[in-house]
């Protein structure tokens, strides 16, 4: 069964970066595509970055594409999401996901498996 555990998120100045961190264990998940996604109370789960693992092909959502970069580590299995010029829009519960999600990187339901999520909160 894979796991999934974010870290790295907290209170920040609007300008700010964050790193946020998705440690992966239990399984392989070569083949998958991760993910980021970001939800406020009230609001669908957005999605926000991606990447294949095995290619490294990435991809953004408009509102952070420019400002952020997803990456991953083979040897410490972990994806990265490197946030940088943080607005007070970016606040949010950012979660990692991984799943076969092909061709629709971008919906939540076509990831299996999730992590708990980590606060960001960016002040302006």
């Known amino acids: 069964q894979v796991q999934l555990v974010e870290s790295g998120g907290g209170l920040v100045q609007a300008g700010d970066s964050l790193k946020l961190s998705c440690a992966v264990s239990g399984g392989t998940v070569r083949s998958y595509i991760m993910g980021w996604f970001r939800q406020t109370p009230g609001k669908e789960r957005e999605f926000v970055s991606a990447?294949?693992?095995?290619?490294?092909?990435?991809y953004y959502a408009d509102s952070v594409k420019g400002r952020s970069t997803i990456s991953r580590d083979n040897a410490k299995n972990t994806v990265y999401l490197q946030m940088n010029s943080l607005k007070p829009e970016d606040t949010a519960v950012y979660s990692c996901a991984a799943g076969r999600a092909w061709p629709n990187i971008r919906m939540a339901n076509n990831y299996n498996y999730w992590g708990q999520g980590t606060q960001v909160t960016v002040s302006s």
């Open positions: 990447i294949a693992w095995n290619i490294g092909e990435t």
